[in-house]
Each structure stands twice: as structure tokens, then as C-alpha cells.
């Protein structure tokens, strides 16, 4: 797996080295707070309700987490095989299984970066002398990672299949939409109670599997896992996809 | 050290290679050579691991090139077409980033990296970003990334494309010391750079090997044989030179080449190099000598025949060919095709001095400028032109 920390560590850099990243933070830096201030203001001062709000709990948050992985792993393979640079790293002496894992873990890591600024939201309130629960906020920052972590695996599949960055962004933004309207699929089709489908549906609903445990404070290892599964799930669908690539 | 056998690829309905088998023992230099679309890249892909054959295996070090694609990867260092390097890192970084993936200690990397960007001779860019580096020394980059592991086998796809005549230079140069260490498999399609650094080449056409061995012994398989040229002053009786020369060991057969000036032009085609005996019987017969040379087809005209896709041919057949068709009433396409890269061959010469549309009259005296080219002529009657070749035939007639 020393492979797939040297790719993570190159991911990493490129990925701070590209100015994409940099704007990606940057917009969502002032989104964030631009709606922690207002949903402050909103709940009145409650601080425990606009942290949930900032990791979770609100539309923004759930638009953010669509969009900004997609965002991050477009280029991770479409661009690499234009320029031909996969190839480099196909014939390297690691397996595909890191590459994937390596361009994963780095785009994750800078979405964490990301979410990791709730915990200034948090000291600033703290300095202005309502600390917040800090619990929540730390098991939300986790929570968002591996949320983030599940829609960038995604996004990496997808980029895999696709020979063009945009259009690998717009498929993985489609695809992540999908995940997260999955449950919906029950209402849609007036499924009876308790009808394998159904429960099946109820199961893969990201939205509530991460506010039962993330946003109250709580790090149940069922909910962890079910992040963990499907993200080790979609990184071997792109690994499968990469091996693919070899026939095309 | 590689072993190939039966290799076949294809993508679709396209093959783009069928049946492939080849041997590289250690330490050789083995040049590919083919036209575009030959299948050189999909068979160097294939060895490094980047493409699965359809059918066919490849071994790479005693290693399966698809069961133990790991092992083979350690053993290679391979340089695809397109140069891949980050273009945001700069090129220690890059190289920092190579010697991570083939699990080299820091200490390691420490040394061998000066040490390969100086093999490249690029190591006075090493703190340079990659996008900012020009085609040539990306290229150098590029090679230096692959020596980083010192790998036992060098797989290098076209590493001489893009580069300007020095650097091409000295990358010949790089790559003859390359090939003293390990065994490399290198391809081009540009031919005197294979002349120059791979005494065995294999040349691939349409997927298929079309020819495998030394430059010799294609030459010598393939291109149809050798001739000796002799342009003599023999006097009067042409039968008897001719018998006097059939009748050296060794030699197949005399063409007679017709008169030029004074002179009278043989070909012998030989196995061997008779210059000696020739020249000894010339001497013994005080023959007056012009010329005397050992020509023998080119590595160019063999690509060039095997390219082009035309019937291999017999020695006979093949020094007739070598003179250019100046009644231009070639026969068949073979034919024609067989005076295009006669051509191509002799362009500079035939550009500066064009052919004479028909035979010059039997009354002038014509002048050989060119022992290559028959159809170059001037009359001796006038005064040479000072500004070269500026007084053609047509001119005259």
C-alpha cells in the first residue's frame, strides 16, 4: 500500500498546485459561512441547531456534497489518459487498486479540509462566548468526510469511464444526485410497507443514515460502515472501469 | 530477456497485431522499425504491462507480462510516445515521485537522481516546472525518469520524435551508452537513427513481423544482393572483358552497363566484395578504371520496399531496378513504385540535374556527371556551365 501513499501524496500536491482547487475552496469557504452567519442569525443564536445546519442539516450542505466532488475528480483519470500520463502510472509498479485508492483519499483529504472549517465557525463562537457542543461538530466534520468520501469514489468511477473532464463532472454530478434521490424512488412508486424493495430503499438512504448518527454526535459504527462499504464498493468499480480502459 | 510469442491484439475489427514472436537476449539493442499504424506502440504497450494481449504471451524477465504484471513493472523502464509527466511538478519532483512508486529509500532517490538527470544531460533544469520545458527536454526528463530505477530492460518509444538535429544527436549518444548496460527495445520510424544505434532491427508492417535479424543480414536476405560497379576503359572488345570478368571466382553473373563517354560500365552482382580481384584483373588487363564500387541496398530502400508492400526480388531483377527508368514507360505498379524510391533515394541528385526527356542524339558525346545517375548528362562539345547545372539537355536539343 506504499504505493498508494506515494499517489496520494502526488494527488495531493496536484490537486493544491491547480488553481481549481483553490477557487472550489475559496466558493465554498464564503458559501458556508455566508449561511452559518444567516442561519445564526435565523435560529435566533441557537448554536447547536446552526452547526447542524452547517454539517448535514441543510440543502446547502447536501448541494455542496453533490457538487464539489465531482468538481475534484473530474480530471482524476479522463485528463490523465488524454495526456496520457495514465499510462505512466499504469505501468508504474503499483496496482490499479492503489491509484484509485491514492486519487480518492486525496480528493477526500481536501474536501475534509473543507468541512475541517466548521471547527473555526466553532472557536469563533467560542470567542464570542457561546462554546459550541463540540461533539456534534467533530462527528459531523467525520461524517462529511466519509460522505464526501462515498460521492468522490463515485466520481472517480465515473471519470474512469469518461474521456473529457466536463463530462465526467456532469455524469458524476448526475450520478451523485441520483444516490442521494434514492429514496424517493419508494414514494414514487407507492411501494407496500414492508416490501423487500422498499426496505432495501430505506437502507441505501444516504441523507438519513448520516443525520441518524453524524449530526447528532454520535459515531455508530453501522453508519460509518455503511459510508465505508459503498465507497470501497464504487473505488472497485473504477478500478474494474480502469482495467476496462486497457481493452478499449 | 524478452520473449514474445504469437502476440496478437486487436481493438474491434482492427488488428493491430497478429502473431508476433520475437527473442531479446540480455544486453541487446534491438530496434523496431515500421510505418505508422505498424503496431510498434500496442507491442511496446504490450511489454510494459499497459495493454492485455488478445492472444499470445510475452515474458519479461522470466515474467508473464500479464500474471505477474507487478514483477515486469519493477524490471522496465519504458518511455510511451507521448512523453507522460506532470506538468505541474517540477522534474525532481517527478522524478522524486518515480523513485517513491519503484520503492526506492529517500537515500537512494537522493543519489540516483542527480546522477540520471545527469545521464539525460538535463540536470541543470532540475528545480525547472515541467510544463515550461521544451519538447526535447521533456524528452530528456522523460528518459530520465525511466533510467530511475535502473531497470534491467528499457522499452523506449520513439525517444528521438520532436527533437532537433543536435539534440537527436545526443540522444544517439545517450542511448548507444544506455544499450551498453541494459537491454533496450527502441522504436522509430526514422531510419539512419536504427542504422546507427541497433545492430539487430525488427521490422514490423501491417502487424506482422516483415523482417527480424542484423542489419547485414536483412540486407543481405532481403534486399536482393550486392553488385559491383566497374566503369572501365577496356577497349574495343566488350565480349571479352565481360568473359574475363564472369570467370573471377565468385562472380554470378556481368551485365554489360552500356557505354559511358569512353568508358564501359559492368555490373557484377556478387556475394562479396570483389573490388580486389577486379581491381587486380583491371590492373593485369591495364584497363583504364573510373570507377570501382561495391554497392549494396540500404537499410532505407528495404524499409522502404517492405513499406510500400512490394515483391521481394531476385538479384537480377534488383540491379536493374537500381537504374532509373528514364523512358518512363514503367510496366507494372510494382515497377513504378521500385523507381519512387529509387528516387527517393537519389532526390537531391536527380533534383539538381532532371533526366533527359529522350535518348540524346547518337552524334553528341555525352558525360557521365553522376555514377548514380545514367540519366545526368552534358554534352562535351560545350563548355561546362560555370553556375552548375543551370544548361540542361533541353537546352540543346
Known amino acids: 500500500m506504499s504505493g498508494a501513499w506515494t499517489i496520494y501524496r502526488r494527488e495531493l500536491a496536484g490537486l493544491f498546485l491547480s488553481p481549481l482547487a483553490w477557487v472550489l475552496l475559496c466558493i465554498a469557504l464564503a458559501f458556508n459561512g455566508f449561511f452559518f452567519v444567516l442561519s445564526v442569525k435565523g435560529f435566533g443564536g441557537d448554536v447547536l441547531q446552526s452547526m447542524s445546519f452547517l454539517l448535514g442539516g441543510s440543502y446547502t450542505f447536501w448541494m455542496l456534497v453533490v457538487l464539489l466532488p465531482p468538481l475534484l475528480t473530474m480530471r482524476m483519470f479522463s485528463e490523465e489518459a488524454r495526456t496520457g500520463v495514465l499510462e505512466f502510472l499504469l505501468t508504474a509498479p503499483v496496482s490499479d487498486f492503489a491509484v484509485v485508492l491514492g486519487k480518492l483519499l486525496a480528493a477526500t483529504t481536501l474536501l475534509a479540509v473543507l468541512w475541517s472549517s466548521a471547527f473555526l465557525y466553532g472557536l469563533a463562537l467560542a470567542a464570542l462566548g457561546t462554546p459550541p457542543d463540540w461533539a456534534p461538530l467533530v462527528s459531523g466534520v467525520c461524517g462529511a468526510t466519509l460522505v464526501s468520501a462515498l460521492f468522490c469514489s463515485v466520481g472517480l468511477a465515473i471519470s474512469a469511464l469518461c474521456n473529457t473532464p466536463l463530462l465526467a463532472a456532469f455524469f458524476a454530478t448526475i450520478a451523485n444526485a441520483a444516490i442521494l434521490s434514492l429514496p424517493f424512488v419508494d414514494a414514487l412508486l407507492a411501494l407496500p410497507p414492508g416490501s423487500p424493495l422498499r426496505v432495501a430503499l430505506g437502507h441505501a438512504n444516504v441523507i438519513t443514515q448520516f443525520q441518524a448518527s453524524f449530526v447528532v454526535g454520535a459515531l455508530d459504527t453501522k453508519h460509518v460502515l455503511f459510508f465505508v462499504v459503498w465507497t470501497g464498493f464504487f473505488s472497485f468499480v473504477a478500478t474494474r472501469v480502469l482495467e476496462a480502459r486497457r481493452w478499449w | 530477456m524478452i520473449t514474445v510469442r504469437d502476440l496478437t491484439r486487436r481493438f474491434g475489427p482492427h488488428t493491430a497485431i497478429e502473431g508476433l514472436s520475437f527473442h531479446l537476449e540480455r544486453g541487446e539493442v534491438v530496434g523496431f522499425l515500421g510505418p505508422n499504424g505498424a503496431g510498434k506502440s500496442t507491442t511496446m504497450r504490450i511489454l510494459s504491462g499497459y495493454l492485455p494481449a488478445t492472444s499470445g504471451s510475452a515474458e519479461v524477465a522470466g515474467f508473464d507480462v500479464l500474471r505477474s504484471s507487478l514483477e515486469v513493472r519493477r524490471r522496465i523502464g519504458y518511455l510511451p510516445e507521448s512523453v507522460p509527466l506532470y506538468a505541474e511538478h517540477r522534474v525532481e519532483e517527478m522524478l522524486d515521485f518515480q523513485g517513491r512508486l519503484h520503492g526506492l529509500s529517500r537515500s537512494e532517490r537522493r543519489a ?151 568508358h564501359h560500365v559492368f555490373y557484377l552482382p556478387c556475394a562479396q566484395d570483389l573490388r580486389e580481384d577486379v581491381g587486380a584483373l583491371a590492373h ?103 553556375d552548375g547545372p543551370a544548361a540542361s539537355p533541353k537546352e540543346d536539343a
Open chain 2, 284 to 386: 593485369a588487363k591495364r584497363w583504364a578504371i573510373r570507377e570501382l564500387s561495391w554497392q549494396r541496398p540500404s537499410l532505407e530502400q528495404l524499409f522502404a520496399r517492405i513499406a510500400l508492400d512490394l515483391p521481394y526480388e531476385t538479384p537480377g531483377a534488383e540491379s536493374e531496378r537500381q537504374e532509373p527508368q528514364a523512358d518512363g514507360s514503367a510496366s507494372s505498379a510494382s515497377r513504378a513504385a521500385g523507381a519512387l524510391v529509387q528516387l527517393e533515394v537519389s532526390a537531391p541528385l536527380a533534383a539538381l540535374e532532371p533526366a533527359p526527356a529522350a535518348a540524346p542524339a547518337q552524334s553528341k558525346i555525352v558525360y557521365n556527371l553522376n555514377p548514380f545517375d545514367m540519366g545526368a548528362s552534358r554534352d562535351l562539345s560545350k563548355p561546362k556551365p560555370i
Open chain 2, 112 to 262: 540516483r537522481i542527480p546522477r540520471v538527470l545527469e545521464r539525460a544531460g538535463i540536470n541543470d533544469r532540475s528545480r525547472a516546472i515541467i510544463g515550461a520545458l521544451s519538447r526535447g527536454q521533456r524528452q530528456r526528463v522523460g528518459i530520465a525518469v525511466a533510467l530511475l530505477p535502473d531497470p534491467e530492460v528499457l522499452i523506449l518509444d520513439e525517444p528521438t520524435s520532436g527533437l532537433d538535429p543536435i539534440q537527436r544527436l545526443e540522444m544517439r549518444k545517450l542511448l548507444v551508452e544506455l544499450g551498453r548496460e541494459h537491454t533496450v527495445l527502441l522504436s522509430s520510424h526514422i531510419l539512419p537513427e536504427i542504422e546507427a544505434l541497433c545492430p539487430r532491427v525488427i521490422i514490423l508492417a501491417k502487424g506482422h513481423i516483415a523482417a527480424d535479424g542484423t542489419q547485414d543480414e536483412l540486407v543481405r536476405k532481403l534486399g536482393g544482393g550486392a553488385r559491383l560497379r566497374l566503369e572501365a576503359l577496356v577497349g574495343p572488345d566488350v565480349a571479352t572483358a565481360m568473359r574475363l570478368l564472369k570467370a573471377l571466382p565468385g562472380v554470378v553473373d556481368v551485365r554489360d552497363g552500356g557505354r559511358l563517354g569512353i
